[in-house]
């Protein structure tokens, strides 16, 4: 999980807090699902177990986790994101303010265009070009309470899979910023029909080896959502 990647020492409690809120905001560990094993995680974090069990505690209390012990036991996340409406889709753009916004969209529209440029001009191996395709296939069959989450992972995958870690954790930093304002947005049918034939787009150009078409792919299907949102909210 790139999202899970190791922290700083300086900040190893904050940082270990976001890097597990991000896990979970992006639905990389599903509603329902447990953490890695207490051992492998705080390995993959680069962290001490004491300063996990300390993270872990501190989403406990706010209601990220639920910690259960035994053999059976773990930490569970139990955030399930709200329902989107148009009054939730306005709250959240007053509370980000439109300047951050702007910025928050346009970070995104970098960073995931450069990534699909990037993974399309390198050549898939085999191996890739599954992972990818199957990506897309689980989005393609999500139901639309895991609608969200399978976009996110196939969102990601394509950075994921460029090989590069800090781009990797570019992108993942570039959807949770505008995480809330996706989940706000109102999913309709037409809506998600149009995103599956972008997000097909996407993989063709990128399998192809066009980093031209891979950009105008994701630029297209990006510039897409923000007409959405400005639509729910004029």
Same mark, same amino acid.
């Given at each position: 999980?790139?999202?899970?990647?190791?922290?700083?020492?300086?900040?190893?409690?904050?940082?270990?807090?976001?890097?597990?809120?991000? &896990?979970?905001?992006?639905?990389?560990?599903?509603?329902?699902?447990?953490?890695?094993?207490?051992?492998? =995680?705080?390995? @993959?974090?680069?962290?001490?177990?004491?300063?996990?069990?300390?993270?872990?505690?501190a989403? @406990?209390?706010?209601?990220?986790?639920?910690?259960?012990?035994?053999?059976?036991?773990?930490?569970?996340?139990?955030?399930?994101?709200?329902?989107?409406?148009?009054a939730?889709?306005?709250?959240?753009?007053?509370?980000?303010?439109?300047?951050?916004?702007?910025?928050?969209?346009?970070f995104?529209?970098?960073?995931?265009?450069?990534?699909?440029?990037?993974?399309a001009?390198?050549?898939?191996?085999? =191996? @890739?070009?599954?992972?990818?395709?199957?990506?897309?296939?689980?989005?393609?069959?999500?139901?639309?309470?895991?609608?969200?989450?399978?976009?996110?992972?196939?969102?990601?995958?394509?950075?994921?899979?460029?090989?590069?870690?800090?781009?990797?954790?570019?992108?993942?930093?570039?959807?949770?910023?505008?995480?809330?304002?996706?989940? &706000?947005?109102?999913?309709?049918?037409?809506?998600?029909?149009?995103?599956?034939? @972008?997000?097909?787009?996407?993989?063709? &150009?990128?399998?192809?080896?066009?980093?031209?078409? &891979?950009?105008?792919?994701?630029?297209?299907?990006?510039?897409?959502?923000?007409?959405? =949102?400005?639509?729910?909210?004029?």
């Open positions: 999980m790139t999202v899970l990647r190791p922290v700083r020492a300086g900040n190893a409690f904050e940082e270990t807090v976001e890097r597990l809120l991000q &896990a979970i905001k992006l639905g990389v560990v599903a509603p329902g699902e447990k953490l890695p094993p207490e051992r492998e =995680l705080a390995v @993959q974090l680069g962290i001490s177990r004491v300063t996990l069990r300390d993270a872990i505690r989403l @406990q209390e706010a209601g990220y986790l639920d910690v259960r012990r035994g053999r059976y036991g773990g930490a569970f996340v139990i955030y399930v994101p709200p329902t989107p409406g148009a939730d889709l306005r709250k959240v753009v007053a509370d980000m303010g439109a300047a951050d916004l702007a910025d928050a969209l346009t995104r529209m970098a960073v995931e265009c450069g990534a699909a440029q990037v993974l001009a390198s050549g898939l191996t085999p =191996l @890739q070009r599954a992972t990818l395709e199957r990506r897309l296939s689980d989005l393609d069959e999500a139901s639309l309470a895991d609608y969200r989450r399978l976009d996110t992972a196939f969102h990601l995958s394509i950075a994921e899979l460029t090989g590069s870690s800090l781009l990797a954790a570019a992108c993942a930093d570039a959807r949770l910023r505008v995480s809330d304002l996706l989940d &706000a947005i109102p999913m309709l049918q037409a809506n998600l029909d149009h995103a599956a034939a @972008q997000h097909r787009a996407m993989v063709t &150009a990128i399998v192809s080896g066009d980093p031209e078409a &891979a950009r105008c792919a994701v630029a297209e299907h990006l510039e897409g959502t923000a007409a959405l =949102l400005r639509a729910f909210l004029s």
